[in-house]
């Protein structure tokens, strides 16, 4: 079992919907990720948190708006996604920075429809 | 682009056999992970190994690193089905954790 908890774990929406993903890990953690996964491909850095405040957002869309309301929980928000946005979307926490291993959930599988 | 290139891309090996991936990088790096991801599931880091490292251990997994070539290797031995899954390196690129492209291993009993 993962210590980082994604909910829900399937979401089917339609392009006109609004949906959030939600993350959350309680190791004390003060780096969090978001990073998308389509199939037998590598996992794609999306944004970074890092002590609560965005440090690093890899030019996505801004149809996805990330958000961490405190250290223990990290929110993407969803609206108005196209079918290509289709993927395994995965959080992960490390103790401090990019040099400490990352702690995965098991992610969120989107369908866009 | 990835900073990581692996390879084989796909792996499959019997019960009891070892099972080597390699990893090529392009820039200076702190460090290097690996990580394993089982069908549909998250990714579990397996091991890091320091830029003045050389060789590490883990139970059954060693890793080597080469800075002068950039590149890496992952040996698993006397491998069991149940290491069945996918196989990332990831460096630091730019302050960012990047993952190669992966080796899918199939390990058949």
């Known amino acids: 079992d993962t210590e980082v908890t994604q909910t829900p774990k399937h979401l089917v929406m339609g392009m006109t919907n609004k949906k959030s993903l939600k993350c959350e890990q309680h190791?004390?953690?003060?780096?969090m990720y978001w990073y998308k996964q389509k199939a037998k491909k590598p996992p794609e850095l999306m944004f970074v948190?890092?002590?609560?405040?965005?440090?690093i957002n890899e030019s996505v869309p801004s149809r996805f708006s990330p958000e961490c309301p405190n250290s223990s929980l990290l929110n993407l928000h969803l609206h108005a996604l196209q079918p290509e946005d289709s993927a395994l979307y995965l959080c992960?926490?490390?103790?401090?920075?990019?040099?400490?291993?990352?702690?995965f959930g098991n992610g969120t599988r989107l369908t866009v429809t | 682009s990835q900073q990581g290139e692996e390879d084989p891309q796909a792996l499959s090996i019997q019960e009891g056999e070892n099972a080597t991936m390699n990893c090529s990088y392009k820039?200076?790096?702190?460090?290097l992970q690996w990580y394993r991801q089982n069908s549909g599931r998250g990714l579990v880091h397996l091991i890091l190994?320091?830029?003045?490292?050389r060789e590490k251990h883990s139970g059954r997994l060693r890793v080597t690193l080469d800075t002068s070539k950039k590149s890496s290797s992952l040996l698993i031995t006397a491998s069991r089905a149940a290491d069945t899954a996918s196989y990332f390196c990831?460096?630091?690129?730019?302050?960012?954790?990047?993952f190669g492209q992966g080796t899918e291993l199939s390990v058949k009993p």
């Open positions: 992960a926490s490390s103790r401090d920075s990019i040099w400490s291993p990352l702690h």
């Open positions: 190791m004390g953690h003060r780096a």
């Open positions: 948190y890092s002590y609560e405040k965005l440090s």
């Open positions: 820039t200076s790096i702190n460090n």
């Open positions: 190994i320091r830029s003045n490292e």
């Open positions: 990831a460096s630091t690129q730019g302050g960012k954790l990047i």
